[in-house]
Every structure is written in structure tokens, then in C-alpha cells.
């Protein structure tokens, strides 16, 4: 799988194992930053990253902050994105099968580094299922304020 990541400040320190994770099982993954643990402001970063993503069809996103919620609240905001909040495999599986999350996101303060190895492999084990679930992802893509 073709694979992106960002992170802010919260989530640098763990990029570089996730990304040596992801290539040892055979994984293309491109860095979008930030380059060093200075503080930044995570709308950036998912923002950077959702961009990308939208214009590489069929590629995936990894987002970390402190919590995941603010990166992937960001994130979502980007039309084509969906952005699933894991915290453990079965999560991670879920937003593949039911949701068709392209990007997954979690916070470097909530889970340690063997739940972020089962949620990446989860993921990426997972396929959408399609079917009942293909409608209501569709209505999430036409969601706009009720005029
Ligand atoms: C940064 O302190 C923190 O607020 C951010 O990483 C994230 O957790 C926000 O949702």
C-alpha cells in the first residue's frame, strides 16, 4: 500500500518507528513532516496531508497528534477524506470494513507502539465491504450545510 504520514509536535516522536513499520512490511511511505519536534499547529499538517491524498488516488494516510482528535477532526474537514479516530485493531479494522477510512489516526498519549503495530496491520489487512455500507460512505461525501 502507498502510505503518507504527518504529525505536529505530539506525534513526532513516534513517526519514525511507524514509518520503519510500515516499510518492513513492504509498505511505500512518504513523509510530510513536520521535520523536527518544534511546536506546530496540526491543522497544518492534516490539511498537508489530506491534499495529498485527494490528488493520489488510492493512497492512504497515517495523521498522529497528542490525542489523534484534533489532526483528524482537521483532516475531515478536506472533501475525499475520511479520517477514522483508532485506538486498538479492532477499530482500525472496522473504519476499513464499514467505513472506508482512507486515512488513520491516533494519539501519541493514548496508545504505545505495539497497539499502533496492531492497528496499522489491522488496517491495512481490512478491505471496505461495499454493499449496505457503500450508501451511507457515499452520503458522507455529499454532506453540506442544510441551506
Ligand atoms: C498538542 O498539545 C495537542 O493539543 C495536539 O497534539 C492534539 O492532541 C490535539 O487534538
Known sequence: ??????????GYAVKEDVIEYLKAKGH???DLGPDSPQRVDYPDFAKKLANTIVKDEGSFG???CGTGIGISIAANKVDG?????????????MCREHNDANVLCFG??????????SMI?????AEFQGGRHLG??????CMRVDS
Open 62 to 64: 497515517i495523521l498522529i
Open 121 to 125: 496491520d489491522a488496517f491495512c489487512s
Open 108 to 117: 501519541e498519549r493514548v496508545v504505545g507502539q505495539g497497539v499502533i503495530e
Open 1 to 10: 500500500m502507498k502510505f503518507y504520514i504527518a504529525t505536529d509536535h505530539a
Open 81 to 93: 477524506i475520511r479520517a477514522a479516530l483508532c485506538h486498538d485493531a479492532y477499530t482500525a479494522q
Open 136 to 141: 451511507r460512505v457515499q452520503k458522507i461525501g
Open 28 to 30: 511505500e511511505v512518504t
